[in-house]
């Protein structure tokens, strides 16, 4: 796919922007430096990014420009969120057109098309051949809330199983759900009970099949939980927060069948692996597995905060009238904007898009691997890939050489995540609508910084 050049206009994101990466100066300039001392004044100190040094002016195509003029290639998306591209057009034109006739009315006070149009696209879109119904609401963390609601009311059991490395959000059930102590959990507690944790297949940890794993995870469950009892299993297919961690094949359909044999609801939490982000709409149908319940928002509306939970009618209509909703879910301008974002997959091919990106990224990734210990494993699917950086000889784990490129990388205009249970993944999040020479420098710009910090 061809990013067009257009003019540059510095106050318009969107592909026009020159598709360059370009640093004119230090990181971070002096008016990224002036609105560091702002924020620190003005916004609570735990919610500072840590990531970039730098404050967003405008974005598209496959970078982001600061307040500087610093132009960044991309490989965030936010938190994997502007997978069609960052302000893309028409998102863009269907956001304007929408805020134009009403921003707001509350979907249970007087409906709007807008929601109705999204629950039928999800509907088509996601795995498995039988009536579904959606429900829209704000964030991730209220997709995942709204997904255990409904399973533990549908079954009339109270136990939610999880997983080792698991992120699902930062309310308090899902925080519950979520794996890792800090920054997530510590000292946020008590949680919500009934969740129990169980372990993930992790191929390059614990070396084990799929099946082997799956076994191990149920044998797990069942002693501890007892099937009887578990109202729901809920997994993200590709772990995002918790490391990019690829169950091996054969462990996520065992789980599914294990839940249709023991009447539990299987959740697949494809909120940061959907929408297209791995190749296929949603990343558990790489193995052909059909959830009970799907979660999905970040990819979903190119930006705007949307998400929601579609699943089988049986279980969506088992839930009491009223028993779902809230003020702002299904917002009418985040509907047109993920319509738009759906149409703008659709149009410009990007499942095919995101599996070109994932060769490339594969194949570089591997060659880093190749040739550097500490690269111990390359992971992921499409435009969801990572590396894990390990003391060389070994597996453990080394979060400061990860933290160190990441660092490098972001400061020669690469912007980088890290994540993992152990701090020491680096994840490329790149949008579909990057060109294949920004990505492959971005992959450069790696490259030298993992060489710089030897
Ligand atoms: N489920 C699989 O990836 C959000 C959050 C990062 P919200 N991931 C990024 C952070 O620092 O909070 C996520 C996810 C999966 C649920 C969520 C939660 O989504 O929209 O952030 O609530």
């Not at 922007?17 to 924020?39: K, N, W």
């Not at 065992?254 to 909120?271: H, K, P, S, T």
Request: charged share 15%; glycine share 12%.
């Amino acid at each position: 796919m061809t990013i067009p050049l257009a003019h540059f206009a510095p106050s318009a994101g969107g592909p026009a922007l020159p598709q360059e990466r370009r640093l004119v100066t230090a990181i971070p300039g002096p008016r990224s430096q002036e609105l560091a001392a702002r924020a620190a004044a003005a916004i609570a100190k735990p919610v500072t990014s840590t990531t970039m040094p730098v404050f967003a002016a405008a974005a598209g195509g496959g970078v982001l420009v600061d307040v500087d003029g610093n132009s960044f290639i991309d490989f965030g998306c936010g938190i994997a969120v502007t997978t069609v591209g960052n302000a893309a057009p028409a998102v863009v034109a269907a956001v304007q057109a929408q805020a134009a006739s009403f921003t707001h009315t509350s979907f249970a006070t007087t409906p709007y098309p807008g929601y109705i149009e999204v629950a039928e696209r999800l509907a088509a879109l996601t795995p498995g051949d039988f009536p579904k119904r959606s429900l829209l609401i704000n964030s991730g963390a209220e997709a995942v809330e709204n997904a255990v609601k409904i399973a533990r009311r549908y079954t009339g059991r109270q136990a939610i199983v999880v997983f080792d490395h698991a992120f699902h959000g930062r309310t308090n059930l899902t925080m519950g759900m979520t794996a890792k102590s800090m920054p997530y959990k510590s000292g946020f507690g008590p949680f919500a009970p009934e969740i129990y944790r169980a372990p993930m297949s992790y191929p390059y940890r614990d070396g084990l099949d799929g099946p082997a794993a799956a076994a191990r995870t149920i044998s797990q469950i069942e002693a501890q939980v007892g099937g009887a009892n578990v109202a729901a299993i809920v997994i993200e297919p590709i772990q995002g927060e918790g490391g990019f961690v690829v169950p091996a094949p054969g462990f996520l359909p065992a789980l599914a069948a294990w839940c249709r044999d023991n009447g539990a609801v299987f959740v697949a939490d494809e909120i940061q692996s959907g929408i297209a982000r791995t190749g296929d709409m949603f990343a558990c149908e790489h193995e052909g597995v059909v959830p009970d319940l799907v979660t999905v928002a970040k990819g979903l509306a190119g930006g705007l905060p949307l998400s929601g939970v579609t699943g089988r009618a049986e279980i969506m209509d088992a839930i009491h009238p009223g028993g779902l909703g809230g003020t702002y879910g299904g917002n009418p301008i985040a509907c047109a904007a993920a319509l738009a974002a759906l149409d703008t997959i659709e149009r410009e091919g990007l499942l095919e898009r995101a599996r070109q990106i994932g060769a490339i990224l594969s194949e570089r990734l591997t060659a880093l691997r190749a040739a550097d210990p500490r690269v111990g494993d390359v992971r992921g699917r499409g435009a969801m890939q990572a590396i894990e950086l390990v003391k060389p000889g070994g597996i453990a784990p080394d979060p400061a050489t990860t933290l160190a490129v990441a660092d490098k990388a972001r400061h020669e205009g690469l912007i980088v995540l890290n994540c993992g249970t152990y701090g020491n993944v680096l994840r490329l999040l790149p949008p579909l609508s990057i060109s294949d020479a920004l990505l492959h420098e971005g992959l450069d710009v790696l490259a030298g910084a993992l060489a710089a910090t030897r």
